[in-house]
Protein backbone atom coordinates (compact mmCIF):
# COMPACT_ATOMS: atom_id res chain seq x y z
CA UNK A 1 0.00 0.00 0.00
CA UNK A 2 1.38 3.78 -0.82
CA UNK A 3 2.07 5.55 2.57
CA UNK A 4 -0.28 8.09 3.58
CA UNK A 5 2.95 10.81 3.38
CA UNK A 6 6.30 10.27 1.15
CA UNK A 7 9.84 9.44 2.87
CA UNK A 8 11.50 12.33 3.48
CA UNK A 9 14.89 11.21 1.90
CA UNK A 10 17.96 13.62 2.89
CA UNK A 11 19.61 14.21 -0.39
CA UNK A 12 23.53 13.64 0.12
CA UNK A 13 22.73 14.80 3.38
CA UNK A 14 21.51 17.84 4.32
CA UNK A 15 22.98 20.14 1.42
CA UNK A 16 21.00 22.92 1.22
CA UNK A 17 22.91 23.87 4.85
CA UNK A 18 26.47 22.68 4.52
CA UNK A 19 28.76 21.03 1.95
CA UNK A 20 27.00 17.59 0.47
CA UNK A 21 28.05 14.23 1.58
CA UNK A 22 30.33 15.90 4.61
CA UNK A 23 29.41 14.47 7.98
CA UNK A 24 27.62 17.50 9.26
CA UNK A 25 25.24 17.25 6.04
CA UNK A 26 24.35 13.74 7.14
CA UNK A 27 23.86 14.30 10.92
CA UNK A 28 22.13 17.50 10.16
CA UNK A 29 19.34 15.51 8.27
CA UNK A 30 19.55 12.96 10.95
CA UNK A 31 18.91 15.69 13.94
CA UNK A 32 16.08 17.54 11.25
CA UNK A 33 14.15 14.20 11.09
CA UNK A 34 14.83 12.35 8.00
CA UNK A 35 13.51 8.50 7.14
CA UNK A 36 16.26 7.96 5.03
CA UNK A 37 19.89 9.61 3.59
CA UNK A 38 20.90 9.25 0.22
CA UNK A 39 25.01 9.09 -0.49
CA UNK A 40 26.27 8.58 -4.10
CA UNK A 41 29.12 5.83 -4.28
CA UNK A 42 32.25 5.62 -6.45
CA UNK A 43 35.28 4.24 -6.37
CA UNK A 44 39.29 4.71 -5.84
CA UNK A 45 42.08 3.57 -7.16
CA UNK A 46 43.07 0.49 -4.31
CA UNK A 47 38.79 -0.28 -4.61
CA UNK A 48 37.57 2.00 -1.75
CA UNK A 49 34.26 3.28 -1.89
CA UNK A 50 33.71 6.77 -1.36
CA UNK A 51 30.64 9.34 -1.32
CA UNK A 52 30.65 11.87 -3.95
CA UNK A 53 28.38 12.69 -6.23
CA UNK A 54 30.61 12.35 -9.26
CA UNK A 55 34.00 10.87 -9.47
CA UNK A 56 34.89 13.83 -10.88
CA UNK A 57 35.68 16.01 -7.93
CA UNK A 58 37.08 19.48 -8.60
CA UNK A 59 33.83 20.97 -8.04
CA UNK A 60 33.43 19.33 -4.70
CA UNK A 61 36.79 19.42 -2.84
CA UNK A 62 39.63 21.31 -2.38
CA UNK A 63 41.82 18.94 -5.43
CA UNK A 64 42.67 21.57 -7.64
CA UNK A 65 44.72 23.16 -4.89
CA UNK A 66 46.66 20.39 -4.02
CA UNK A 67 49.83 21.04 -6.12
CA UNK A 68 51.30 17.59 -5.64
CA UNK A 69 47.97 16.23 -7.43
CA UNK A 70 48.66 18.93 -10.45
CA UNK A 71 49.80 16.14 -12.80
CA UNK A 72 46.11 14.24 -11.91
CA UNK A 73 44.18 16.43 -14.08
CA UNK A 74 43.02 14.53 -16.76
CA UNK A 75 40.08 14.49 -19.69
CA UNK A 76 38.14 11.27 -19.35
CA UNK A 77 34.88 9.86 -21.25
CA UNK A 78 32.52 8.90 -18.79
CA UNK A 79 28.83 7.87 -19.93
CA UNK A 80 29.95 9.17 -23.66
CA UNK A 81 30.51 12.69 -22.25
CA UNK A 82 33.62 14.15 -22.14
CA UNK A 83 34.89 15.69 -18.14
CA UNK A 84 37.72 17.23 -17.41
CA UNK A 85 39.40 17.09 -14.20
CA UNK A 86 40.35 14.91 -11.20
CA UNK A 87 38.54 11.48 -11.20
CA UNK A 88 38.68 9.43 -7.74
CA UNK A 89 39.64 6.63 -9.42
CA UNK A 90 43.13 8.10 -9.99
CA UNK A 91 43.88 8.07 -6.40
CA UNK A 92 43.98 5.91 -3.20
CA UNK A 93 42.13 6.28 -0.18
CA UNK A 94 45.05 7.45 1.34
CA UNK A 95 45.57 10.39 -0.92
CA UNK A 96 41.85 11.20 -1.10
CA UNK A 97 42.32 11.76 2.88
CA UNK A 98 44.05 14.76 2.98
CA UNK A 99 41.55 16.59 0.50
CA UNK A 100 38.20 18.71 2.14
CA UNK A 101 35.03 19.25 0.84
CA UNK A 102 33.57 22.57 -0.24
CA UNK A 103 30.28 23.54 -1.32
CA UNK A 104 29.40 22.53 -4.89
CA UNK A 105 26.76 25.85 -5.63
CA UNK A 106 29.37 28.41 -3.94
CA UNK A 107 27.21 31.03 -5.14
CA UNK A 108 23.23 29.59 -4.46
CA UNK A 109 24.57 28.47 -1.14
CA UNK A 110 26.90 30.99 0.56
CA UNK A 111 25.85 29.92 3.77
CA UNK A 112 26.71 26.01 2.84
CA UNK A 113 30.26 27.48 1.65
CA UNK A 114 31.38 28.84 4.77
CA UNK A 115 31.97 25.44 5.59
CA UNK A 116 34.63 24.85 2.84
CA UNK A 117 37.73 22.99 3.81
CA UNK A 118 36.39 22.15 7.14
CA UNK A 119 35.59 18.23 6.39
CA UNK A 120 37.07 15.24 5.09
CA UNK A 121 36.06 13.28 2.48
CA UNK A 122 33.76 9.75 3.62
CA UNK A 123 34.10 6.09 2.52
CA UNK A 124 30.69 4.30 2.40
CA UNK A 125 30.87 2.59 5.37
CA UNK A 126 31.31 6.09 7.34
CA UNK A 127 28.15 6.69 6.31
CA UNK A 128 26.74 3.29 6.95
CA UNK A 129 27.83 3.98 10.77
CA UNK A 130 26.42 7.55 10.92
CA UNK A 131 23.28 6.50 10.58
CA UNK A 132 23.18 2.90 12.12
CA UNK A 133 24.46 5.54 15.59
CA UNK A 134 21.83 8.25 14.80
CA UNK A 135 18.89 5.83 14.27
CA UNK A 136 20.33 4.84 18.19
CA UNK A 137 20.34 8.80 19.33
CA UNK A 138 17.49 9.72 17.72
CA UNK A 139 15.27 6.89 18.89
CA UNK A 140 13.75 5.87 15.56
CA UNK A 141 14.57 3.74 12.26
CA UNK A 142 16.78 5.49 9.82
CA UNK A 143 17.74 4.07 6.62
CA UNK A 144 20.18 4.75 3.79
CA UNK A 145 19.25 5.20 -0.24
CA UNK A 146 22.33 4.01 -1.65
CA UNK A 147 22.98 5.51 -5.66
CA UNK A 148 25.36 3.22 -7.29
CA UNK A 149 27.28 5.88 -9.97
CA UNK A 150 28.48 5.27 -13.00
CA UNK A 151 28.66 1.29 -12.72
CA UNK A 152 29.32 0.62 -16.54
CA UNK A 153 32.01 3.06 -16.39
CA UNK A 154 33.91 1.59 -13.56
CA UNK A 155 33.64 -2.15 -14.70
CA UNK A 156 35.01 -0.93 -18.18
CA UNK A 157 38.12 0.25 -16.03
CA UNK A 158 38.28 -3.09 -14.22
CA UNK A 159 36.44 -1.65 -10.98
CA UNK A 160 33.58 -3.59 -10.79
CA UNK A 161 31.68 -1.95 -8.11
CA UNK A 162 29.04 -4.97 -7.51
CA UNK A 163 30.97 -7.00 -4.57
CA UNK A 164 33.05 -3.96 -3.52
CA UNK A 165 29.26 -3.09 -2.69
CA UNK A 166 28.89 -6.17 -1.50
CA UNK A 167 31.56 -6.17 1.12
CA UNK A 168 30.78 -3.09 2.57
CA UNK A 169 27.50 -3.64 3.42
CA UNK A 170 28.21 -6.73 4.54
CA UNK A 171 30.87 -5.67 6.82
CA UNK A 172 28.98 -2.62 8.04
CA UNK A 173 26.03 -4.70 8.95
CA UNK A 174 23.55 -3.42 6.30
CA UNK A 175 23.17 -6.89 3.82
CA UNK A 176 20.52 -8.92 5.29
CA UNK A 177 18.12 -6.41 6.01
CA UNK A 178 19.27 -5.31 9.54
CA UNK A 179 18.12 -1.90 8.83
CA UNK A 180 16.29 0.01 6.20
CA UNK A 181 17.98 -0.09 2.82
CA UNK A 182 17.11 1.16 -0.81
CA UNK A 183 19.62 0.63 -3.79
CA UNK A 184 19.16 3.15 -7.04
CA UNK A 185 21.16 3.49 -10.19
CA UNK A 186 20.07 5.12 -13.69
CA UNK A 187 21.90 1.74 -14.65
CA UNK A 188 19.34 -1.27 -13.98
CA UNK A 189 21.93 -3.93 -15.00
CA UNK A 190 24.08 -3.18 -11.62
CA UNK A 191 21.01 -3.34 -9.30
CA UNK A 192 20.51 -6.75 -10.98
CA UNK A 193 24.01 -7.86 -9.94
CA UNK A 194 23.40 -6.91 -6.22
CA UNK A 195 20.04 -8.12 -6.13
CA UNK A 196 21.49 -11.78 -7.66
CA UNK A 197 24.32 -11.30 -4.68
CA UNK A 198 21.64 -11.86 -2.00
CA UNK A 199 21.62 -7.80 -0.72
CA UNK A 200 18.50 -7.77 0.97
CA UNK A 201 17.38 -4.19 -0.29
CA UNK A 202 14.53 -2.15 -1.92
CA UNK A 203 15.96 -1.95 -5.45
CA UNK A 204 15.13 1.23 -7.06
CA UNK A 205 15.41 2.65 -11.14
CA UNK A 206 16.46 5.97 -11.56
CA UNK A 207 14.71 7.64 -14.52
CA UNK A 208 16.02 11.12 -16.34
CA UNK A 209 13.97 13.48 -17.71
CA UNK A 210 15.55 12.95 -21.01
CA UNK A 211 18.19 10.22 -22.75
CA UNK A 212 18.57 6.69 -22.25
CA UNK A 213 20.64 4.66 -19.30
CA UNK A 214 24.57 4.20 -20.29
CA UNK A 215 24.51 0.47 -19.47
CA UNK A 216 21.57 0.18 -22.11
CA UNK A 217 23.32 2.12 -24.88
CA UNK A 218 26.82 0.23 -24.39
CA UNK A 219 24.68 -3.07 -24.58
CA UNK A 220 22.29 -2.07 -27.38
CA UNK A 221 23.08 0.88 -29.24
CA UNK A 222 20.03 3.34 -30.71
CA UNK A 223 18.14 0.24 -29.87
CA UNK A 224 18.45 0.95 -25.88
CA UNK A 225 14.80 1.97 -25.07
CA UNK A 226 14.35 5.90 -23.76
CA UNK A 227 13.83 6.93 -20.37
CA UNK A 228 10.78 8.63 -21.39
CA UNK A 229 9.33 5.11 -22.63
CA UNK A 230 10.25 3.38 -19.52
CA UNK A 231 7.80 5.11 -17.86
CA UNK A 232 5.12 4.28 -20.14
CA UNK A 233 2.67 1.52 -19.16
CA UNK A 234 4.26 -0.93 -21.60
CA UNK A 235 7.72 0.25 -20.54
CA UNK A 236 6.84 -0.08 -16.52
CA UNK A 237 4.96 -3.62 -17.64
CA UNK A 238 9.09 -4.51 -18.55
CA UNK A 239 10.42 -3.73 -15.27
CA UNK A 240 8.13 -5.63 -12.85
CA UNK A 241 9.97 -8.10 -11.37
CA UNK A 242 13.05 -6.47 -11.61
CA UNK A 243 13.16 -3.50 -9.57
CA UNK A 244 10.65 -2.60 -6.86
CA UNK A 245 10.36 1.04 -7.54
CA UNK A 246 11.28 4.10 -9.96
CA UNK A 247 12.66 7.39 -9.34
CA UNK A 248 11.40 9.83 -11.73
CA UNK A 249 13.01 13.62 -12.44
CA UNK A 250 10.16 15.90 -10.58
CA UNK A 251 9.61 17.57 -13.76
CA UNK A 252 8.55 13.98 -15.28
CA UNK A 253 5.73 14.75 -12.47
CA UNK A 254 5.02 18.50 -13.02
CA UNK A 255 4.08 17.76 -16.34
CA UNK A 256 0.58 18.48 -16.88
CA UNK A 257 -1.41 15.09 -17.59
CA UNK A 258 0.93 12.38 -16.73
CA UNK A 259 0.13 9.12 -15.24
CA UNK A 260 3.36 7.83 -13.96
CA UNK A 261 2.62 7.42 -10.30
CA UNK A 262 -1.16 5.19 -10.86
CA UNK A 263 0.67 3.45 -13.64
CA UNK A 264 3.48 2.46 -11.37
CA UNK A 265 1.22 1.71 -8.42
CA UNK A 266 -0.92 -0.32 -10.52
CA UNK A 267 1.85 -2.58 -11.65
CA UNK A 268 3.22 -2.47 -7.89
CA UNK A 269 5.98 -0.27 -7.93
CA UNK A 270 6.82 2.69 -5.92
CA UNK A 271 7.96 5.93 -7.09
CA UNK A 272 10.46 8.69 -5.85
CA UNK A 273 11.08 11.80 -7.23
CA UNK A 274 14.08 14.39 -7.25
CA UNK A 275 15.12 16.79 -5.99
CA UNK A 276 12.46 18.71 -4.16
CA UNK A 277 14.25 22.27 -3.52
CA UNK A 278 13.10 25.87 -2.30
CA UNK A 279 15.67 28.09 -4.36
CA UNK A 280 14.26 29.88 -7.57
CA UNK A 281 17.47 28.30 -9.27
CA UNK A 282 15.84 24.70 -9.23
CA UNK A 283 11.73 25.55 -9.05
CA UNK A 284 10.29 25.32 -12.45
CA UNK A 285 9.49 29.17 -14.04
CA UNK A 286 5.94 29.42 -12.62
CA UNK A 287 6.78 28.79 -9.18
CA UNK A 288 9.95 31.21 -8.89
CA UNK A 289 9.98 34.25 -7.37
CA UNK A 290 11.72 37.60 -6.88
CA UNK A 291 15.45 37.57 -4.57
CA UNK A 292 17.77 35.83 -7.76
CA UNK A 293 18.75 32.44 -7.66
CA UNK A 294 19.45 31.82 -4.03
CA UNK A 295 16.34 32.91 -2.90
CA UNK A 296 13.43 30.93 -1.76
CA UNK A 297 10.36 30.74 -3.99
CA UNK A 298 7.14 29.68 -3.81
CA UNK A 299 8.45 25.84 -3.64
CA UNK A 300 5.54 24.73 -1.13
CA UNK A 301 2.91 25.67 -4.79
CA UNK A 302 5.53 23.08 -6.44
CA UNK A 303 6.12 20.61 -3.87
CA UNK A 304 2.03 20.86 -3.16
CA UNK A 305 1.95 20.26 -6.87
CA UNK A 306 4.06 16.96 -6.53
CA UNK A 307 2.87 15.65 -3.17
CA UNK A 308 -0.85 15.02 -4.75
CA UNK A 309 0.35 12.69 -7.50
CA UNK A 310 0.69 10.40 -4.86
CA UNK A 311 4.02 10.06 -4.96
CA UNK A 312 6.10 7.13 -2.49
CA UNK A 313 9.17 9.31 -2.03
CA UNK A 314 10.63 12.39 -2.28
CA UNK A 315 14.64 13.92 -2.00
CA UNK A 316 14.98 17.06 -0.28
CA UNK A 317 18.37 19.53 -0.06
CA UNK A 318 16.95 21.25 3.33
CA UNK A 319 15.73 18.24 5.87
CA UNK A 320 13.70 20.64 8.19
CA UNK A 321 11.54 22.19 5.05
CA UNK A 322 10.63 18.55 3.65
CA UNK A 323 9.84 17.40 7.06
CA UNK A 324 7.94 20.07 7.76
CA UNK A 325 6.12 19.92 4.30
CA UNK A 326 5.27 16.77 3.41
CA UNK A 327 4.49 15.40 6.93
CA UNK A 328 1.94 18.36 7.66
Not at 156 to 173: H, K, V
Not at 314 to 325: E, I
Amino acid sequence: MPRKSPLVIGHRGAPGYRPEHSRSSYELALAMGVDAVEPDVVATKDGVLIVRHENEISGTTDVAEHREFADRKTTKRVDGEALTGWFTEDFTWDELTTLRSRERLPKVRVSSASFDGSQAILRLTDVLDIVRAGSVEHGREIGVVLEVKHATYFASIGLDLAPLIERDLRAAGWAEGELPLIVESFESTILGQLRARGIAASYVYLIEASGRAYDLVVAQGTQAPTYAATVTPQGLDALVGRVDGISVDKRMLLAAGNSIVPDAHARGLTVFTWTCRPENAFLSAEFRGHGGKSAYGDYEAEWGVIARTGVDGVFVDHPDLGVGFFRG
